[in-house]
């Protein structure tokens, strides 16, 4: 059982349509949606919500429309109701209709998982943007939802804070979860928590599948492209590489690519070849001793591993 | 100025005020408050249009609303048959008039001034229409309070259509405006002032009670 969009079609009156005729989010992983600023993707997961009233179509959880109890959205605006932490995070297992014990253990449970213990007591309003990201965060998890929805959940975090819940927050939520969905603007952390990708581009679902199996068989160029992989075009043929696979040089076993060589930056450990190959601008890493081309010069790449898209 | 403390007619006079503008203030808000809350809430053609006729309806002079109920309760008016005018309720009828658009204004632009998506999370939290009502309510109360402050403040304190539709009829009608108002024209100065002190005891009184409700919590 899972999460099954059919026939949705929501329009905008600034003239953005959000056309899903069918989409299925598999029980038991995380999705992350995936896309350009304006793909669709915080529209698509309000439509999920319920929060958009779409023209047409329906979303069903588990065989059957969904119930507001078996959802937990966590926006990407932090909104908190006057009061403490504590206050805020009670209110929503209240609303839920929670005993007062079982209150009490979800909520120490939640604000150990996201490292608030400490700020239950202060005014939700009055904490720094990474905290009220961390409480909203814990809010949405403490309601143990079967669904959950995370809007950028890892934005306005510092550093350590983000890097610590990309690695524990898939964990927590395979804990409970029957789907989850993640918007991440940002590849990797979408990447980092999810094992389902669905990638949107201009209101349209352009792929979906398991993070595995789209990185191993992109689909398309616009798929690959929006997988952060870079395409590279040798006699009427398409690759997709991963930029950490390319090396300057020739081999007999891999594809070479000529790329003409724009800028060549020395970082003392290592160094970057940017260029252009084809179309496409990218950058090599090569090591700092090694013997570097000049701009302007045409160089050999090799892509170490690389996957030929289909035509 | 000491017998007026010991006249039972002030006490009369003073509830009087009391009943007439408080009736008054909690009618203007069963009907502002909900108006106010459509007017902040959403967004939809004609809202600046709307926005702009209730503030100026909170400017309004009062003497200009009581002509208007007196034209429309006056014995030959259109309402005259039902004999309501120099009562009570015309007076209250006045004063809901006079009241209203400050609610509706108080209430929307504290609605205004919420978080945008505060009906969607409580939505999605799960929350029932009234509990998100009431939630609502409570998030702008420090605009909803101000609100019943300005309203009963504006009315209480208004003598020209409570003047025009009551009357100021002695042991009918007359409220601590026009007594100061009578009081003055008679040349009772220091009548007119004591009156005008247990005006202002009044209204600070409710003022404080109300004040301290919305203040609590603040702090923290």
Known sequence: MSLIIEGLRHARPNGFVLDVPALELPAGKVTALLGDNGAGKSTLLRAIAGLERPHSGTVRFDGAPLRTEALAFAFQERVFLQGTVRDNLDLALRIRRLPAAERAVRLAAAAAELGIAHLLDREAARLSGGEQQRVNLARTLALRAPLTLLDEPLASLDAEVRERLLAELPAVLRGFIRVAVVVAHDRREALGMAEHIVILRAGRVLAAGDKGALFARPPDVETARALGLVILARDQSCWAVPDHQLRLGRSDHAPVFELRVEQVLDLGTHAEVVGRCGGAIVTVRAAADAELPRPGATASIIAVHAVELPR | ?220
Do not use: C
């Open chain 2, 1 to 220: 100025m000491d017998e007026i403390w010991s006249d039972p007619t002030v006490a009369e006079i003073s509830l009087r005020t009391l009943a007439v503008s408080g009736l008054a203030t909690v009618a203007a808000l069963v009907v502002g408050v909900p108006l106010g809350y459509l007017l902040g809430r959403n967004r939809f053609r004609g809202q600046t249009f709307l926005f702009a006729a209730v503030n100026t309806g909170m400017g309004v002079p009062p003497v200009v609303i009581g002509l208007v109920v007196w034209l429309l309760l006056v014995r030959s008016g259109p309402f005259g048959a039902l004999e309501l005018i120099y009562t009570k309720t015309a007076m209250v009828l006045a004063q809901v008039l006079i009241s209203a658009p400050i609610v509706v204004g108080f209430t929307a632009a504290s609605i205004e001034a919420l978080p945008p998506r505060l009906p969607d999370l409580l939505h999605v939290l799960g929350a029932g229409r009234l509990r998100r009502m009431w939630l609502i309510a409570r998030e702008a109360r420090l605009g909803l309070l101000a609100a019943v402050m300005a309203a009963f403040g504006g009315v209480v304190s208004e003598v020209g259509a409570s003047m025009t539709v009551g009357g100021n009829l002695q042991g009918e009608t007359r409220v601590l405006t026009t007594a100061i108002v009578t009081e003055t024209s008679r040349g009772n100065i220091d009548r007119a002032l004591g009156l005008g002190v247990i005006l202002l005891t009044l209204t600070f009184t409710l003022n404080l009670g109300l004040t301290l409700i919305q203040q609590r919590r603040r702090k923290g």
